[in-house]
């Protein structure tokens, strides 16, 4: 396992069990979410949540935003973006 993927995943148990003084906002947990599933799947398949599926809408936007992105590029943004969060 890499530095990065042994980092990311840190990150993601940190985010995950909610501990310390980082708390994300909503928009913040929504990035978090659409780094993760960038990073563990790759590009967003499926189709887009009905519009009363507020919350599955809006986690399908959010990932769909990164279609592109490398696997990689989304650990080192989801570890970056902790850094920040954590200050």
């Given at each position: 396992m890499s530095d990065l993927e042994t980092r990311f995943n840190e990150a993601v148990d940190f985010i995950q069990k909610g501990e310390g003084d980082a708390r994300p906002s909503n928009?913040?947990?929504?990035?978090?979410?659409?780094?993760?599933?960038?990073?563990?799947e790759g590009d967003v398949s499926g189709k887009r949540p009905g519009m009363m599926d507020f919350v599955g809408r809006?986690?399908?936007?959010?990932?769909?935003?990164?279609?592109?992105?490398?696997?990689?590029?989304?650990?080192?943004?989801?570890?970056?973006r902790l850094e920040e969060l954590r200050g």
């Open positions: 928009e913040q947990k929504l990035e978090f979410y659409a780094l993760y599933k960038q990073a563990t809006a986690k399908f936007d959010a990932w769909e935003k990164l279609k592109g992105m490398s696997r990689e590029e989304a650990m080192q943004r989801y570890v970056d």
